[in-house]
């Protein structure tokens, strides 16, 4: 399935449950506002009721007289029950039988029903009348947790309560008709809402699926090599976050591309110079233009020696690269190590008629290292500083301790190397000079492989102008813990 009709799908459904929901609340909220309103009609109902008992409660001084004359109860019921709220009383009822006086009746008045011959009286409500205490005087019992209480006072005094049945549910034909009338006009609002629900999400579905579409579109091009096609990031959405997500993948990816390429070329072109040289060396050789000596085997013998010098820098690289090689480390004394290497490092500084300094510190420094990997990336450094140098010349070697770290500096007097390629300098097989004269180039190897090596014992590498007029490579380190051995 598509994800626009997931989406199209998706708002429908929604919108069809909210709808039904909002149906059922409204409902629901409709019967229980009617039945209230129910129940407080049938209180303004009662209130002559009430009125009536209040008048009978202060000419007979109380309920006692009241108490199972059900006879006068029901017909004071009857009298009213029923009745619109305007039609009132104007007079009160006899209050009971208490002799030859009490027994008249009076005449009908306006606010009461008055059966006529013939007619049927309706069977009386379950009504009840409760002292203020809580004790029935007269009615029908009932549950008075499902009952409404009115009350009954005098002067301000609560002298009793008149309940009725609560109205649980509606029961009359005019307040049903009126409900089913709200359903199918609440069923209706509904049906039309999700009508244009469906309508909107048709329309609203393409606009969410259309940017989603470009980015699938863009990372196609990707796939296919294409760099050119950047999307756009004017959004500020998760959408946009994504597209500028996969432009940054792009730009990656086409330097990455552009890194490998001049990788293969450059690596193509330092393993084709050493053997081309050595091809014409055998070639000549072998058509008697240059003599079978010595001499001329040696220079062969060079090539090789550094042709498979460049072949070992490239596996150590790709062995960087790829998080294979493995480091075998240890409690290296840091210092100790430059002290030894002191006597190697003056003999190639003096062959290229430079000055070496050493300043290794007046104490040990521990670090947690692998010693011939620390040494490899200290001879690239030292080599890349004579070669680089230009006679008369120094080269400067000391070490920094701190609390935590440990920070090796190698410096040479020059010349220096531009801006702009300070950064680059730990690159592949990059160099500074335009031209590739591998008698002072060199492969460009060296940095990238102590960069590699720094970073293989967590430390860091970083390149800027020596004081002295030339290049400053600065290596930082942490020293050694207690937990490390």
């Not at 072998?286 to 072949?311: A, Q």
């Not at 004394?333 to 008629?353: G, M, N, S, V």
């Not at 500096?409 to 190397?417: A, K, N, T």
Request: include cysteine; hydrophobic fraction near 40%; proline fraction near 5%.
């Amino acid at each position: 399935m598509r994800i626009q009709t997931k989406v199209f799908l998706t708002i429908l459904l929604s919108s069809i449950a909210l709808v039904l929901l909002m149906v059922q609340l409204l409902q629901w909220s409709l019967d229980k506002g009617l039945v209230e309103y129910a129940n407080e009609r049938q209180k303004l109902e009662y209130q002559p009721i009430v009125e009536e008992l209040e008048s009978y409660y202060v000419e007979r001084g109380g309920w006692s007289s009241l108490e199972g004359n059900r006879r006068y109860f029901d017909n004071l019921i009857a009298q009213y029950v029923g009745e619109p709220r305007q039609r009132r009383r104007e007079s009160r009822p006899p209050p009971g039988p208490r002799g030859e006086s009490d027994r008249r009746r009076r005449a009908p008045e306006s606010g009461r029903r008055e059966n006529r011959p013939g007619e049927e009286r309706p069977p009386p409500k379950p009504i009840t009348l409760l002292n203020k205490s809580g004790r029935m005087i007269v009615g029908s019992r009932q549950d008075l947790q499902k009952a409404m209480k009115v009350d009954i006072k005098v002067e301000g005094e609560l002298v009793g309560f008149l309940v009725f049945p609560d109205n649980q549910k509606l029961a009359s034909d005019f307040e049903l008709h009126f409900i089913e009338q709200q359903k199918e006009a609440l069923f209706l609002a509904g049906f039309i809402v999700i009508f244009l629900a469906g309508i909107s999400a048709f329309l609203f579905a393409p606009t969410i699926v259309r940017p989603i579409k470009k980015i699938a579109a863009g990372s196609h091009e990707l796939i296919m090599g294409n760099y050119d096609g950047l999307l756009n990031e004017s959004r500020r959405d998760e959408i946009g976050d994504l597209a500028k997500d996969i432009n940054l993948l792009t730009r990656t990816l086409e330097k990455n591309e552009q890194m490998r390429q001049r990788w293969l070329a450059d690596t193509s072109h330092e393993l084709r110079t050493p053997l081309a040289i050595i091809k014409a060396e055998i070639e000549a050789m072998l058509d008697g233009v240059r003599s079978l000596s010595h001499e001329n085997l040696t220079s062969v013998s060079s090539e090789v020696n550094h042709l498979h010098k460049l072949i070992d820098d490239l596996a150590d690289l790709s062995n960087m690269d790829l998080g294979s090689l493995r480091y075998r480390k240890e409690m290296l004394d840091l210092r100790e190590l430059l002290l030894t290497k002191e006597p190697q490092i003056e003999r190639a500084c003096e062959a290229r008629q430079l000055t070496f300094q050493s300043n290794p510190g007046p104490a040990e420094v521990i670090i947690w290292a692998d010693g011939i990997r620390i040494n490899q990336m200290l001879d690239n450094l030292v080599t890349n500083s004579c070669k680089y140098t230009d006679s008369p010349g120094k080269v400067l070697v000391r070490l920094e301790a701190d609390i935590t770290i440990v920070r090796l500096i190698v410096e040479d007097s020059g010349p220096g190397v531009p801006d702009e390629a300070l950064p680059r300098l730990f690159e592949h097989l990059y160099r500074v000079e335009s031209s590739r004269n591998r008698n002072t180039g060199g492969s460009g190897l060296g940095l990238s492989i102590a960069s590699k090596i720094v970073e293989g014992h967590g430390g860091s590498i970083e390149a800027s102008h020596a004081e002295i007029g030339g290049l400053k490579i600065t290596i930082t380190l942490p020293l050694a813990r207690p937990d490390d051995v």
